[in-house]
């Protein structure tokens, strides 16, 4: 008995040991290249109908329930969408605020050279 004990604790430490040289990121084996060049995902599993449609459907036509994660994704979807629409509104009165900054510009240069001195007597003649 004393024994099998010693053994079963060498064994657990052998393991601990074994799991001490194990890796646990992801290696990715997928060739990224090709999905870069087909402009797919770098992650097969992030978008598709494997993880978007819901895993059942009732046959009397009921709404299936969110899966674990379609909520989270729908979530923050929704996120971004409202980052963008805000985003748009502040580039368009960026656009608005330039062109009005030109225009004023341009009105504040127009009402300088119109308020220059102008030529008078035998000039003004002259001109016309």
């Given amino acids: 008995?004393?024994?099998?004990?010693?053994?079963l604790n060498n064994i657990k430490t052998l393991i601990v040991q074994?799991?001490?040289?194990?890796?646990?990121?992801?290696?990715?084996?997928?060739?990224?290249?090709?999905?870069?060049d087909k402009s797919l995902p770098q992650n097969p599993n992030a978008?598709?109908?494997?993880?978007?449609?819901?895993?059942?459907?009732?046959?009397?036509?009921?709404?299936?329930?969110?899966?674990?994660?379609q909520k989270k994704r729908l979530l923050r979807q929704q996120e971004i969408a409202a980052k963008?629409?805000?985003?748009?509104?502040?580039?368009?009165?960026?656009?608005?605020?330039?062109?009005?900054?030109k225009a004023k510009a341009a009105a504040d240069k127009q009402r300088i050279l119109s308020s220059k001195l102008k030529p008078k007597g035998h000039l003004l003649l002259k001109k016309n």
Wanted: aromatic letters at 8%.
């Fill in 18 to 36: 074994a799991q001490r040289n194990v890796a646990f990121t992801s290696a990715r084996l997928i060739d990224q290249k090709w999905r870069e």
């Fill in 1 to 7: 008995m004393l024994k099998l004990r010693l053994c």
């Fill in 84 to 101: 963008i629409v805000e985003l748009n509104g502040e580039l368009e009165f960026a656009k608005k605020r330039h062109e009005s900054l």
């Fill in 47 to 69: 978008f598709g109908p494997l993880t978007n449609l819901p895993d059942y459907s009732f046959l009397d036509g009921r709404p299936t329930p969110l899966g674990s994660n």
